[in-house]
């Protein structure tokens, strides 16, 4: 109803407090009119508070591949990650999701130590509708859990035919 403002559960699905929060900023905006906060964000991520935590923004793999078969896939487990086996946290993986014919990012989901701090990243990603490319080309700090995001990106590049030619033993 006009002049009516609410926030949180009362207005449906997701039943999240930073959802619930963003809400009330956009209302309180709203009923004030104050031009700042004028909408919800579209991508907002999720975070499950278990251990390990469970984080993801974006697409599903699954949810990808109903809407086009033009869909990659890169993955990094935590075990191979410099932070986590230092730290002696190692479960755990991220996986990214994207457009496999320009690598725009689709996707990411995070389980492990820090996977709800992390998605942020991806988030970032996707507001600007970028490439899996910009985690290659970032120079992250080492040793990080976040440098993760760069080996996923790896993991999702086609592989190479050899231009050298066979290789002679």
């Known amino acids: 109803a006009a002049g009516v403002y609410a926030a949180g559960d009362v207005t449906g699905p997701p039943g999240l407090g930073s959802v619930a929060?963003?809400?009330?900023?956009?209302a309180m905006c709203r009923a004030f009119a104050i031009p700042f906060k004028e909408s919800l964000d579209s991508m907002v991520p999720t975070g499950i508070y278990t251990l390990p935590e469970v984080s993801m923004v974006g697409l599903t793999e699954a949810a990808a591949r109903l809407a086009s078969d033009?869909?990659?896939?890169?993955?990094?487990?935590?075990?191979?990650?410099?932070?986590?086996?230092i730290s002696g946290s190692t479960e755990?993986?991220?996986?990214?999701?994207?457009?496999?014919?320009?690598?725009?990012?689709?996707?990411?989901?995070?389980?492990?130590?820090e996977a709800t701090e992390l998605i942020h990243v991806a988030q970032a990603l996707l507001h600007r509708e970028g490439a899996i490319d910009e985690f290659i080309d970032t120079t992250f700090n080492f040793p990080t859990r976040a440098d993760a995001f760069k080996y996923a990106a790896y993991d999702g590049l086609p592989p190479r035919a050899s231009t050298l030619g066979p290789v002679s033993s």
């Open 21 to 26: 929060m963003e809400q009330a900023r956009v």
């Open 70 to 85: 033009d869909v990659g896939t890169g993955r990094t487990h935590f075990s191979g990650n410099a932070r986590a086996r």
């Open 92 to 113: 755990g993986m991220l996986k990214l999701v994207f457009r496999a014919s320009d690598r725009r990012l689709l996707g990411a989901h995070i389980f492990g130590e």
